[in-house]
Structure formats: structure tokens, C-alpha cells
């Protein structure tokens, strides 16, 4: 006796899956889209916050750099007076 519920296979639509077909807990994910490349404008940004830092630390190690020379000379001329 014949089931009177069609089986899948029975008409012929062996290819196809139910729409609300859930993949596999194994299977991966697809991969992430790749993050978007700055525009023009942003990597202009960028570069300008990158230079004013850079400009920053340049003034730092100068004003630095002047300072360890003033108390060198004023050390070496102490040492004279003595």
C-alpha cells in the first residue's frame, strides 16, 4: 500500500530545498565584507593630524634640546667662575 503523503523524492523535485532551510551548524559563515577604503578627503585628514603631531613632538625635542644646551653652558660657566 501506498503512502498517500508524496515523498520528495517521488515527485521528482530532488534538487530542491524549502526555503526556510537552516545551514548546517558545521558550516561557516559567509566571509565579512571588507572594510570600505578611506575616501580622498578622510586620508587628507589623516595625513594632516599625522604631520600637526609630528610638528608637536619636532617642537618638544627642539625646546628640549635648547634647554639641555642652556644648562650645559651654565654649568661649564660655573665651573670657570670657581
Given at each position: 500500500?501506498?503512502?498517500?503523503?508524496?515523498?520528495?523524492?517521488?515527485?521528482?523535485?530532488?534538487?530542491?530545498?524549502?526555503?526556510?532551510?537552516?545551514?548546517?551548524?558545521?558550516?561557516e559563515?559567509?566571509?565579512?565584507?571588507?572594510?570600505?577604503q578611506?575616501?580622498?578627503?578622510?586620508e587628507?585628514?589623516?595625513?594632516?593630524?599625522?604631520?600637526?603631531?609630528?610638528?608637536?613632538?619636532?617642537?618638544?625635542?627642539?625646546?628640549?634640546?635648547?634647554?639641555?644646551?642652556?644648562?650645559?653652558l651654565?654649568?661649564?660657566?660655573?665651573?670657570?667662575?670657581?
Open positions: 500500500m501506498r503512502s498517500a503523503y508524496a515523498t520528495v523524492e517521488e515527485e521528482g523535485f530532488e534538487d530542491e530545498q524549502p526555503e526556510n532551510v537552516q545551514p548546517e551548524a558545521g558550516q559563515p559567509p566571509p565579512a565584507a571588507e572594510p570600505a578611506p575616501t580622498a578627503t578622510q587628507l585628514q589623516l595625513l594632516q593630524t599625522q604631520l600637526q603631531n609630528l610638528q608637536q613632538e619636532r617642537d618638544r625635542i627642539a625646546a628640549a634640546y635648547a634647554a639641555s644646551q642652556e644648562a650645559a651654565a654649568a661649564a660657566q660655573a665651573v670657570e667662575i670657581r
